[in-house]
Nanobody
């Protein structure tokens, strides 16, 4: 059974940075694409970033605009999301997710496994 555990969230001021981590256990991490999504209070889950199994391709939500970077370390079964120049509108619970294949990576319905989420709060 695959388990995903996010960490690294917290409270940061506008313009600050955070690095989220998502550690996976079970399954074959290096075979799966990984995604990051977020959900703000009262809003739908939103695509943030995704990375294919070997890190060869990355994808980002339109709002990212060069501020975030997704990466992975298959030897550590971990995917990262580096977030710079954070804004109050980035406040949300951030989730990592895992799936086979490399299509429809922006669609949360295409993912098979999800972590429990980590809260990111950006103060103004």
């Amino acid at each position: 059974q695959v388990q995903l555990v996010e960490s690294g969230g917290g409270l940061v001021q506008t313009g600050g940075s955070l690095r989220l981590s998502c550690a996976a256990s079970g399954g074959t991490f290096g075979s799966y694409s990984m995604g990051w999504f977020r959900q703000a209070s009262g809003k739908d889950r939103e695509f943030v970033a995704a990375i294919t199994w070997n890190g060869g391709s990355t994808y980002y939500g339109r709002f990212v605009k060069g501020r975030f970077t997704v990466s992975r370390d298959n030897a550590k079964s971990t995917v990262y999301l580096r977030m710079n120049n954070l804004k109050p509108e980035d406040t949300a619970v951030y989730y990592c997710a895992q799936r086979e294949g490399s299509t429809w990576l922006t669609d949360p319905l295409s993912y098979d496994y999800w972590g429990q989420g980590t809260q990111v709060t950006v103060s103004s």
